[in-house]
């Protein structure tokens, strides 16, 4: 019993503090600005999270990853294979596989698919390749085929275009640099992809 007249008190000052919230709050909402400048403030807080999203993505926390892929074929069309390389710090993958009627170019963008796929996060990448057909399809003709509906300049469908959509889903979510490199001349990582892409090949051979 000698508790309850502090107990009481302390309800009393919990129910006062509660309203002075309350009203605090309230307050608070009947000054806020109009709606033209809470879009200004959402635009503001958009640009700045996009500012610092970009500046996450081009930060050291991100895991950096080396990329070397290659493509062959016997025939072209005919039976082909891709090779992949994957690189980061001491550890390395190797991937490779193939079709029994393809083309180099399939084969080629197939590589860069299957190596992006293989990562398990967003990371930073170095993709070499030495398909001119891939480095230059990504940063200088993609954009344009998305615009024009998948079609070329000259309105024609574009040439591989279920994998091209399907690495321009994977490259959304990496920072990607994109080399060429001169195939069979010597590039250790290069020909190390060269000899996964021929053994793709090797296993649909006859």
Known sequence: PFLEPFF???????????????????ALF?????LAQLQNVASSIKTRYSKAMSEARNSNSYPHIVIYTDGACKGNPGPGGWGAVLR????????HGG??????????????IFA????????SVEIWTDSQYVQK???????????????TAG?????????????????ANHEISWHWVRGHNGHPGNELADQLANKGVEDFLP
Do not use: C, Y
């Open 8 to 26: 009481l008190s302390r309800q009393s000052s919990a129910i006062k503090g509660f309203a002075w919230l309350v009203k605090s709050k309230i």
């Open 30 to 34: 009947l000054k806020l600005p109009p």
């Open 88 to 95: 980061s710090g001491e550890h390395e993958k190797h991937l």
């Open 99 to 112: 079709e029994k009627h393809t083309t180099n170019n399939r084969m080629e963008i197939s590589a860069v």
């Open 116 to 123: 992006l796929q293989a990562l398990k996060q967003p990371s």
């Open 137 to 151: 399809g990504v940063t200088e003709w993609l954009d344009g085929w998305k615009k024009r509906g998948w079609k």
């Open 155 to 171: 309105k024609d469908p574009v040439k591989n275009a279920d994998l091209w959509q399907v690495l321009d889903g994977l490259i």
